[in-house]
């Protein structure tokens, strides 16, 4: 199934690389500048929503042995002859067109492509009495809200109602989505 998500506020697709003297936090960005949110990152959230999901609907107990047989286990060492009946997500990326117009628009330049879709936002952390503390000046890179990336999820049919209604629990992600960053809007296409 083909999955559009739209960003509702400016989203941190955090790389965990902080460049120093510049960004505490960057944006995961493609061989060509261009930002993406990983499948893998993707597939966490959708474990954490599913496990919520089953706990509200009163099937909580069973949540981790089901969750493990449709996602998989995280031990590495886990193989599974079922691998087919897995469910599997691609990274969600910006469509084919909005990267080959601002191809043409900016060039080449990994850095201009990112700063197309991106800014540079300061945070600082406040002690008690309202005063900012000392050394917690940050800055981070931030993906304007509205930008729209696209995904697939792969499953087996008799999953697809499970998935959409995770899909329908879904409203944040990426670095930060605690404090107001990466409110999506999640949509079958």
């Keep these: 199934m083909k999955i559009k998500m739209t960003l509702l506020s400016d989203t941190i697709f955090g790389n965990g690389v902080s460049i120093p003297g510049g960004e505490d936090i960057s944006v995961l960005?493609?061989?060509?500048?261009?930002?993406?949110?990983?499948?893998?990152?993707?597939?966490?959230?959708?474990?954490?929503?599913?496990?919520?999901?089953?706990?509200w609907i009163g099937e909580g107990e069973t949540a981790e042995n089901f969750l493990d047989e449709v996602l998989g286990k995280s031990d590495h060492n886990y193989l599974t002859h079922q691998e087919k009946k897995k469910i599997r997500f691609s990274n969600f990326t910006l469509s084919n067109a909005v990267q080959q117009r601002v191809k043409q628009q900016v060039g080449q330049d990994k850095d201009r492509i990112l700063r197309s879709f991106s800014y540079l936002r300061t945070f600082t952390a406040m002690r008690d009495n309202g005063m900012t503390k000392k050394g917690s000046l940050r800055e981070g890179r931030c993906l304007k809200k509205g930008l729209i990336f696209y995904g697939t999820i792969e499953c087996e049919k008799e999953q697809e109602q499970f998935v959409e209604q995770v899909l329908s629990c879904i409203k944040w992600i990426g670095t930060m989505r605690t404090r107001g960053f990466g409110k999506i809007k999640l949509e079958r296409i």
Excluded: H, I, M, Q
């Excluded at 493609?30 to 599913?50: C, H, I, L, M, T």
């Design 29 to 55: 960005t493609d061989e060509n500048g261009f930002p993406y949110y990983k499948g893998s990152s993707f597939k966490g959230v959708f474990r954490e929503e599913a496990e919520n999901l089953l706990c």
